[in-house]
């Protein structure tokens, strides 16, 4: 089991590349990520070569920052107070330096099987068309994946490969940042068994 240290330093051993895809989680420990705590800090840990989060709230942030990517990462919600789990995987964020207790600026891949209005795979709180994806067949305690490709203000999300959210932000807000992995709830708690990426040039 791997405990995260107070701060992280980017080790580029830990990138192992196939056709262009970069693993963010080495399945190992939490080298590449940046911790911030809130006054209800989460306990992260590697178990298994499982990234686990629960009990607080918090994220994680990739210390390297993307513009126009593809992502997949298969992820697994649950709530340890029977109530509902909740995460997402932010993207173009800008992490408070400072670790201020709240979710930083940047578009939000929903993980949340029983939110109503920004169910899994949503573009959470976006509000133009596309952006609210359709209920998925998911469930807690079921792993599900979820892919992301974001181009220029097209933004598209899939969860176990069907099509979730296809929209287009007018107002372009985000355009580059850190990928970030939240822990929302206090009774939470989320898993990730892999996030991987690769980079995307618009001139090809």
């Known amino acids: 089991v791997g405990c995260i240290p107070r701060l992280l330093v980017e080790n580029p051993d830990f990138k192992v590349a196939t056709d262009g895809w970069i693993q963010l989680f080495n399945g190992r420990n939490f080298d590449g990520w940046r911790e911030n705590k809130f006054k209800h800090k989460p306990e992260w840990k590697v178990i298994d070569g499982v990234l686990t989060g629960h009990g607080g709230q918090g994220y994680l942030s990739s210390l390297e920052e993307f513009d126009d990517f593809e992502l997949y990462a298969e992820a697994r919600i649950s709530d340890t107070d029977g109530g509902r789990g909740n995460s997402g995987i932010y993207f173009r964020c800008a992490p408070h330096a400072d670790k201020k207790q709240e979710f930083p600026p940047g578009y939000e891949a929903q993980l949340d099987h029983g939110d109503s209005n920004n169910p899994t795979g949503s573009i959470y ?18 792993w599900v994946t979820m892919r992301i490709r974001a181009v220029g203000n097209h933004l598209q999300t899939w969860i176990n490969g069907k099509p979730a959210a ?9 355009k580059k940042g850190s990928i970030l992995l939240q822990m929302h709830h206090l009774t939470g708690k989320v898993e990730f068994r892999e996030v991987r990426i690769r980079k995307i040039d618009k001139k090809n």
Do not use: F, I, Q
Not at 127 to 142: H, I, Q
């Open 166 to 174: 296809d929209c287009y932000d007018p107002e372009n807000r985000h």
């Open 125 to 142: 709180a976006l509000k133009v068309k596309g952006a609210r994806a359709p209920k998925p067949a998911t469930k807690d305690g079921e």
